[in-house]
C-alpha cells in the first residue's frame, strides 16, 4: 500500500477514534459536570481511552491495557486544564480548544505508530 494512502487511513482512524470517545460517549451530564469534579473527569478519560480502544481495534490497531491507561492518563490533564478555564485564560476559547484537539490527536498518532 503507498504511504499516502497508508498515512490516510491513519489519519482517518484517529479522527474518528477521537470523536467516538470524547464526543459520543460522553453524556451531557459528564460534559457538564467534569469542569466541577475530578471523579467524573476521571471518567470521562476512562471512557475516552476505552472508546479509543475499540475503534482501533475494529480498525485492527492493538492497544495494551498499559497503552489505554496511559492514553486515559494524558487525556485528563489536557482536559482539566480546559475545563478549569486554565488554558481559555491563557490564550482564549478558539485557541485552547484548538491546542486541546491537536494534543488529543498527536498523543493518539504517537500510540499507532
Known amino acids: ?10 489519519t482517518i482512524v484517529i479522527l474518528f477514534a477521537h470523536m467516538f470517545g470524547d464526543y459520543f460517549l460522553q453524556t451531557d451530564y459528564l460534559a457538564k459536570n467534569k469542569a466541577k469534579d475530578n471523579y467524573i473527569l476521571l471518567a470521562h478519560s476512562v471512557l ?7 475503534v ?11 497503552d489505554l491507561a496511559l492514553i486515559s492518563a ?3 490533564p489536557i482536559d482539566y486544564l480546559k475545563v478549569r478555564g486554565i488554558t481559555p485564560k491563557l ?11 491537536a494534543i488529543h490527536y498527536i498523543t493518539l498518532l504517537i500510540f499507532i505508530l
Do not use: V
Not at 482501533?56 to 498499559?66: E, N, Q, R, V, W
Not at 482564549?92 to 484537539?101: V, Y
Open 1 to 10: 500500500m503507498p504511504i499516502i494512502i497508508k498515512a490516510i487511513e491513519l
Open 48 to 54: 475516552y481511552s476505552l472508546g479509543i480502544g475499540m
Open 56 to 66: 482501533f481495534g475494529i480498525f485492527g490497531i492493538t492497544l495494551t491495557s498499559i
Open 74 to 76: 494524558i487525556h485528563y
Open 91 to 101: 490564550m482564549g476559547d478558539k485557541n485552547a480548544l484548538i491546542l486541546d484537539q
